[in-house]
């Protein structure tokens, strides 16, 4: 917690307001870990995933600082465009959109979307011709604290496909993304999807598809109770890896922070309402908030 922080919560107690539990973030921490972003990865563009805390200031500082936007919703992109970002620093990069919501995005001029099967990029061909795509490929996810589900990406081999079919309608497919899993903490996570990214731009060249760009996702670590890595050391061996599988042809790369751009900056306070136990043998205490699982716990989910 900040000074800052500190002092604004004891603050609002001393003015002995109603104190409702309440996330305070201080907005300096995002603009140093902005920082830290681009000096360990002075040659990747940040594209900040917004559902990691879509607050109009969080925006705003990002947009002045320089940094794009991952999006997943139309309301995301609203609220990118809203905070200052021009449309051609913002992807769409749910796998996963309704028709009428690309149509709504390309309208308020978003150009590159990400895709994951034929099914939509037939869709994308439709409500936003002639845009770019990318296809998100399937990672397993080992080392993340937070892996994702099978839900999003697709099969490397599937992606040569899927990218082909966005050729042939009238898109440019222009790359590959991946997703490490959250709160990655292994720095060499990268690695192997970065080989496995690498396969699919020679496969697509065998077709004549030439792929420019591999957005490598989020998964940066932040900080909780446990130390982790810092981001130059991320930086290092990311570039290691493209050297490695690309050789001298480094694609363009953007990155996709969300929890290490934010997660380090905020703080919940709650207050604790009881604390009781089952039985007098009752070996553990319970404590109760007065916040709850879906109002900004959820990651207590499960532990
Ligand atoms: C496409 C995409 N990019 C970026 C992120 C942000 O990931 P993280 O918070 O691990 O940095 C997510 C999180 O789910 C995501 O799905």
């Keep these: ?11 609002r107690r001393n003015e002995g307001q109603d104190v409702e539990p309440c996330l305070v973030v201080d907005l300096e921490v995002v603009r140093d870990n902005y920082q830290s972003f681009a000096k360990a990865l002075p040659d990747s563009r940040v594209f900040y995933a917004v ?21 997943a919703t139309v309301a995301e992109i609203e609220m990118a465009l809203a905070a200052g970002a021009t449309a051609e620093r913002i992807s769409f990069g749910n796998t996963i959109k309704k028709e009428r919501d690309i ?13 994951d099967c034929a099914a939509e990029v037939e869709k994308v061909a439709r409500a936003a011709p002639g845009a770019k795509v990318f296809c998100r490929i399937l990672y397993d996810c080992a080392g993340a604290e937070w892996p994702l589900s099978r839900k999003f990406g ?12 966005a050729k042939r309608l009238g898109l440019e497919p222009c790359g590959i993304s991946f ?32 792929l420019s760009m591999v957005n490598m996702g989020g998964g940066f670590p932040t900080k909780y109770l446990k130390d982790v890595p810092p981001v130059v050391q991320y930086g290092r061996s990311i570039f290691r890896a493209l050297r490695k599988h690309f050789g001298n042809q480094i694609p363009e790369t953007i990155i996709e922070p969300g929890r290490g751009m934010v997660g380090n900056a905020g703080i919940i306070e709650s207050e604790v309402v009881l604390i009781s136990r089952k ?9 109760y908030l007065d916040i709850g699982k879906f109002g900004g716990l959820a990651e207590t989910m499960d532990e």
């Design 1 to 11: 917690m900040t000074e800052r922080i500190r002092e604004f919560l004891r603050n």
């Design 103 to 115: 149509a709504r995005a390309f309208a308020l001029g978003i150009r590159l979307f990400a895709v």
């Design 51 to 71: 559902k990691a805390n879509p607050a109009p200031e969080v925006l705003s500082l990002l947009a002045s600082l320089g940094s794009c936007f991952d999006t």
């Design 279 to 287: 039985s007098d043998e009752d070996e553990v205490r319970w404590v």
């Design 154 to 165: 697709c099969d490397p081999e599937m992606a040569v496909e899927v990218l082909d079919l």
């Design 179 to 210: 997703h490490v899993g959250s709160q990655q903490r292994k720095v060499k996570a990268w690695d192997r999807a970065l080989a496995m990214a690498s396969q699919v731009f020679r496969d697509c060249a065998e077709r004549g598809i030439n």
